[in-house]
């Protein structure tokens, strides 16, 4: 049979190439019952290739050599783009772009996906017909289109069912009276796929395929019309095509990510018209690449402009204060949203083919966009230390001025740590304390760098993990923003927030190159143990913000002889059930917060801490219950404000 296998090896199987067969030694495990993966081999043998990839995929990879090579010496974003147009390569694509392609919906242009294809297949079909080719030839030159796409993509489930899901759309978007025809085959399609390959049923990634496709399938040509009313076809095309897919995979991209964008089908609109352009002469400069490498730098030179304009569309977009808006990933708050997008399905049809309607919906977008309800009451307007909702993980801000703050850690997400700041208005954040070195903690740095002024960040001593230290470095460097190592008991102050640096006093030896240590599940890690622990005073506030400080370092900063007295604490590692008692205690906070994930894994936070802190009297939030946690001091009165309620301490 034939079932995916996760390899645990060394850096030997980097060299492995798509399509070959290799022989292996190594132990055979069982893996999580429920997943994709039917077990995992671990190895420390370097894998014996039997065979060489067949000729097709071996010309394939030189072909995807040449596009990377032609476009080597373009700026980072473009370098990174065009191959992820052409053939689905993602590698090149930055963190920060990819969080920026998130919150403006352009997603898809980043990654193998069925919409992809078939704006690929609408600027090449007319390109045909423009030239002279009828009929059958049409048919013949987009099945060739997609053909090589699949190739140079590599013939994945992913790719195969984005060709399948591209076609069907295309069908519905150029047959006249085709479109009971097209919902046919796309019921057959999704049918054959699902008996492929059963996993497909619990695959987000399948079903956003189909409810886009099926979104153009039975909206998109009626609204095509409807708009061709009053606006040229070609026109009402380019709005309904990403309108219907948009609107129909609204529910569960809430569901994944928690937000909803209002300027994907405008960023889509403004972006769509480039990227077939952009695919077409990355496909050129991929096979002149096989010829010449100054005429694929030349071609690749010319993809590299529309590619630039697919990127200001995002970064621009994504910078709207109301491009992305956060909304419940519950069961109601789905439902709700799914009632919504049927009343929109029910009545946009009348909207669509009314200009002045059209006009005025439109405006009314521009203002939510430009000037988000949110913002009339949320956040507050004097809000002091915010734990962000970034999931399993810190992302924590405390105000220094008008549009100014201190960020300590930025959680796993960059896009979710970037909507909380732009939600807080800041613009500049002279400092980025980064608690220690896990993902938890460190993964959404992209999205604080992004299109903000950062001054410097400050660092644990303690280099470990060494892969997301490496990651770290090199993403201050591509930003110009010098990183500093902290050192114990020191000071500092910017604006109205200062601080002293209570741990880490030692550091431990870090492991040798080549081996791992604890990874942030397991209790008494290093890497916790070396979190920078800090006592913040800001606005009239004592916050002490721990990192994932274990008991022993808990114990350790107590014996300090510190003055841990806080009106805040920021409880370590999630809540956990490794809390030390006594350093609970000489908190001594008023109020408690933690930031874990909904669901998470861990059981994060225990209810043994729970318990700890009732018992001390300190009243406890959590992000996995009520979202982001805003405090304020107005007047001296401490208050926690959440999205639903207001509790005051």
């Known amino acids: 049979m034939r079932t995916p296998v996760l390899v645990i ?59 990377r090579e032609s476009v080597a010496h373009e700026p980072e974003d473009v370098r990174g783009l065009v191959p992820a147009l052409v053939m689905g390569d993602v590698s090149g694509v930055s963190a920060d772009l990819n969080a920026d392609f998130r919150t403006t919906g352009l997603t898809h242009l980043s990654a193998v996906s069925g919409t992809n294809l078939t704006l690929l297949l609408a600027f090449v079909l007319p390109l045909a017909r423009g030239i002279g080719v009828r009929a059958r030839g049409l048919t013949v030159v987009g099945v060739l289109t997609v053909v090589v796409f699949v190739v140079l993509a590599r013939p994945q489930p992913s790719v195969l069912r984005a060709a399948a899901m591209g076609l069907i759309a295309l069908a519905a978007m150029t047959s006249g009276g085709g479109q009971r025809r097209a919902v046919r085959s796309l019921s057959v399609a999704v049918i054959v796929l699902l008996l492929l390959d059963t996993s497909l049923a619990r695959s987000a990634g399948f079903a956003l395929s189909v409810l886009a496709t099926a979104g153009i399938v039975l909206l998109g040509p009626d609204w095509r019309d409807a708009l061709a009313r009053w606006l040229p076809r070609w026109l009402a095309d380019a709005i309904s095509c990403p309108l219907a897919a948009q609107l129909a995979c609204t529910p569960i991209v809430a569901w994944l990510s928690g937000q909803v964008s209002l300027v994907a089908v405008a960023a889509n609109l403004l972006a769509g018209p480039t990227v077939g352009p952009t695919t077409i002469l990355g496909f050129v400069a991929a096979g002149a690449a096989l010829v010449s490498t100054g005429l694929a730098q030349f071609v690749g030179w010319i993809a590299g402009w529309p590619a630039r304009w697919i990127i200001l569309v995002a970064r621009e977009g994504a910078d709207l204060p109301g491009a992305a808006n956060a909304w419940p990933a519950t069961v109601i708050g789905v439902a709700v949203l799914t009632l919504m997008c049927i009343a929109l399905v029910v009545g946009l049809h009348r909207i669509l083919a009314r200009p002045i309607a059209m006009v005025l919906a439109v405006v009314a977008l521009a203002v939510v966009v430009l000037r988000p309800v949110g913002s009339f009451g949320w956040p507050p307007g004097d809000w002091v230390f915010v734990v962000c909702d970034v999931g399993q993980g810190d992302g924590l801000v405390l105000r220094a001025g008008d549009g100014t703050a201190v960020v300590v850690d930025t959680g796993p997400d960059p896009a979710a740590m970037d909507r909380c700041l732009k939600e807080l208005g800041v613009k500049y954040i002279p400092v980025v304390v980064l608690s220690h070195f896990h993902a938890d903690h460190v993964g959404g740095l992209a999205g604080v760098l992004n299109g903000r002024k950062v001054g410097e960040i400050e660092v644990t001593p303690y280099f470990s993990p060494r892969a997301e230290y490496a990651r770290v470095v090199e993403l201050a460097a591509q930003h110009r923003v010098p990183v500093r190592t902290v050192a114990f008991h020191e000071q500092r102050a910017v604006g109205q927030v200062s601080w002293t640096t209570l741990w880490p006093a030692t550091v431990p030896a870090l492991p040798p190159p080549g081996t791992s240590s604890a990874t942030s599940t397991d209790e008494g890690s290093p890497e916790n143990n070396a979190s920078i622990a800090m006592m913040v005073e800001v606005a009239g506030l004592r916050i002490l913000l721990t990192g994932d400080l274990e008991p022993e370092s808990q114990r350790a900063v107590l014996a300090t002889g510190v003055d841990l007295h806080a009106d805040v604490l920021k409880v370590p590692h999630h809540g956990s059930a490794q809390q030390d008692p006594a350093f609970i205690a000489a908190a001594n906070a008023r109020l408690a917060v933690i930031s874990a994930g909904r669901d998470n894994d861990y059981g994060h936070p225990a209810p043994r801490t729970l318990d700890l802190l009732s018992h001390d009297t300190v009243r406890t939030a959590t992000t996995n219950v009520s979202g982001a946690l805003v405090i304020t001091n107005t007047n001296n009165h401490l208050s926690l404000t959440t999205r639903a309620e207001e509790v005051v301490g």
Do not use: F
């Open 9 to 67: 090896g060394n850096a030997k199987w980097q060299t492995v190439r798509y399509g070959q067969h290799i022989e292996a030694n190594g132990r055979l495990d069982r893996a999580d019952s429920g997943g994709e993966v039917g077990a995992m081999l671990s190895t420390r043998s370097p894998p014996r290739a039997v065979d060489e990839p067949p000729w097709w995929l071996r010309a394939a990879e030189r072909v995807r050599a040449g596009l």
